[in-house]
Structure formats: structure tokens, C-alpha cells
């Protein structure tokens, strides 16, 4: 009888690690990696439309039409004398620093941004200062990866 009873327990305990390893092959399947599974690189663009004048400051404000990662500012030579006061995500200010940050150091460090994810929709701002002695029609480009 005992020798039946231990038989029967071991294949019991057999079936249940069989089990157990099928389950968890089930949960691990289900588990995802963070982060996009496809990217493609977008740009969000910016346009004064007219110059601005010489210590003129104006708030850009877009809105992604995807999910977007912005990593980098683009911007053309020309738009190299300006100061970039803040840039929003939201209501939420990406620099830590009040006194902004000059584009000429962007240009010149290939500065990779601080940003947060931009959602669809959601109001993104670029507060900028001409330092120009002259007006300049002022445009960007916020790089990064998109979702699709």
C-alpha cells in the first residue's frame, strides 16, 4: 500500500511541476519589454511666421499628432542668436534652470534634450528671446523618436 500511495504521490508532484513550468512559460509570454516596439524618428516643427524684432519674446506652442520623444533641436544658422526661456510639456517646464538656454550652446554641443514624452494632442511650448539686432523669422524642429 505504501509503496502505491509513493508512486502515486510522485507522479501527482510530476504533473504539477509540469504545470507550474506550463504556467509560467503562460506568464512570461505575456510579459512586455518598456519602451516602443517600433520607432520611427518625426519632428515637430515651430514657425514664427514673421521676424520677431530685437528682444521680442514669444511663446510657439504646437501639438503633436503622435506619441513623440523629443530628444533634439534643429533649427537653422540663422536662428543661432536666440535664447530658448523654456520649453513646456503641458503645464511642466523641461529645464531646471530659470535664466533659459542659448541656442548658440545647442548648436555648438549637440545638446540632447531633457524632455518629457509628448502625448497627442498635448500643448508643447517653446518660449524664445531674439538677441538679434535685427528681425528674424524664427523656426525649429523638436527630434526624437515617434510611436506608431
Known amino acids: 500500500m505504501f509503496v502505491l500511495d509513493y508512486y502515486a504521490a510522485i507522479k501527482h508532484a510530476t504533473e504539477t511541476i509540469v504545470n507550474f513550468?506550463?504556467?509560467?512559460?503562460?506568464?512570461?509570454?505575456?510579459?512586455?519589454?518598456?519602451?516602443?516596439?517600433?520607432?520611427?524618428?518625426?519632428?515637430?516643427?515651430f514657425d514664427s511666421i514673421i521676424g520677431l524684432e530685437p528682444n521680442q519674446t514669444v511663446v510657439l506652442t504646437e501639438q503633436p499628432q503622435i506619441v513623440f520623444?523629443?530628444?533634439?533641436l534643429f533649427f537653422p544658422?540663422?536662428?543661432s542668436n536666440f535664447l530658448i526661456k523654456?520649453?513646456?510639456?503641458?503645464?511642466?517646464?523641461q529645464f531646471v534652470s530659470a535664466t533659459g538656454l542659448y541656442l548658440d550652446i545647442i548648436r555648438l554641443n549637440n545638446y540632447k534634450l531633457?524632455?518629457?514624452?509628448?502625448?497627442i494632442s498635448q500643448d508643447v511650448s517653446i518660449e524664445i528671446t531674439n538677441l538679434n539686432e535685427e528681425n528674424v523669422h524664427f523656426y525649429c524642429s523638436l527630434y526624437g523618436p515617434a510611436v506608431d
Open 21 to 45: 513550468d506550463e504556467r509560467i512559460a503562460r506568464l512570461e509570454s505575456m510579459i512586455s519589454e518598456d519602451g516602443p516596439k517600433k520607432t520611427k524618428p518625426r519632428y515637430l516643427n
Open 69 to 72: 520623444k523629443a530628444e533634439f
Open 77 to 79: 544658422h540663422s536662428c
Open 86 to 93: 523654456h520649453i513646456s510639456v503641458g503645464k511642466l517646464y
Open 114 to 119: 531633457p524632455c518629457d514624452a509628448l502625448q
